[in-house]
């Protein structure tokens, strides 16, 4: 099969989007045999990658939000292959691309199909890998919680327009965290476990995360009691909070809540009282911009900073 032939997995909802339909053609004007193929339901874009992949295509794109990313990325690691993947950010966070530098304009986004791949790691946890970040407490809370239509409305802010209006419903939960030279345990607020650094709609919770270093980055926001009382009023003041997080980089922490925690996973939500998080080094081919700041040296594994 030529190397200029890719396949174009793209969410249903963005059949008619225009921008991305000239895109497309732009890309073939160029001499690019670009498919397309749309998902429907839950398990299209696995069993449309596995169609590709049957059909010889080595180079993939994912167009749509985080979560469609994240089901064609992990049908790729399930499959075991060496073909690469191209983001065509298309959702309203667009969390991953926005961190790693991917432009969020379609035509320019599919131009990465002429820039060599890198091995990227994922992360994983009770047998699913997530490509930007898991994150628990009340910033998953609000991220499932914020409503289809208020996103249509505000783009990205309808994440912080709803996480200002829950602050009545903050609650904090009892967890340990452990890892390789790591403890952590007491009341949090939030938790990032990120192999890329942003969630939520561009709330950043890792910030000096890595795509290529092996390790995961975790950020713990601890909550004492003045910490609850006090949140809204640093925000509302223009605030930061950052140094306020409990930081650390690891290959792989376990995560053991009193209560149960409920996680959201590149927009898949996912709840346990024991969960296990590592890194997967190197496990994904994506094209991503040769100046990303998601691509760096390996680090070593850091206790806290």
């Keep these: 099969m030529s190397e200029h032939k890719a396949l174009l997995i793209l969410h249903g909802k963005q059949a008619l989007n225009e921008e991305v339909r000239a895109a ?15 998902t429907w339901e839950a398990g299209d874009a696995k069993r449309l990658v596995n169609e590709a992949l049957a059909a010889g295509y080595t180079q993939l794109i994912a167009g749509g939000g985080d979560g469609t990313l994240r089901d064609v990325a992990e049908a790729l690691v399930d499959a075991s292959t060496q073909a690469s993947l191209v983001l065509l950010p298309l959702g309203t966070a667009n969390d991953f691309a926005r961190a790693a530098g991917v432009p969020l304009e379609p035509a320019a986004a599919l131009e990465l199909l002429d820039t060599p791949a890198r091995a990227i790691d994922l992360g994983e946890v009770a047998g699913q890998v997530f490509l930007n970040m898991a994150t628990g407490g009340f910033g998953s809370q609000v991220t499932a919680n914020t409503s289809e239509d208020l996103k249509k409305v505000l ?32 009341e949090l607020l939030a938790l990032g476990i990120g192999n890329g650094r942003q969630a939520g709609g561009g709330h950043v919770l890792c910030p000096d995360a890595l795509v290529d270093d092996g390790l995961l980055d975790i950020s713990i926001l601890p909550a004492p009691q003045e910490l609850v009382g006090t949140l809204k009023n640093l925000l509302a003041e223009g605030l930061g909070i950052d140094n306020l997080f409990v930081r650390a980089r690891l290959p792989w922490v376990e995560v053991k809540a009193s209560r149960g925690l409920d996680i959201n996973l590149d927009g898949e939500p996912l709840q346990g009282d024991t969960l296990r998080f590592a890194a997967r080094p190197a496990a994904l081919q994506v094209h991503l911009p040769a100046d990303s700041p998601l691509l760096g040296a390996v680090r070593r594994v850091s206790r806290r900073g």
Excluded: I
């Design 155 to 186: 783009g990205g802010a309808a994440y912080l327009f709803t996480g200002l209006s829950r602050f009545a419903e903050l609650s904090a939960t009892y967890a340990e965290l452990q890892g390789p030279d790591f403890r952590w345990h007491g």
């Design 24 to 38: 497309v053609e732009a890309k073939r004007a160029s001499g690019w045999a670009l498919a397309v193929r749309l």
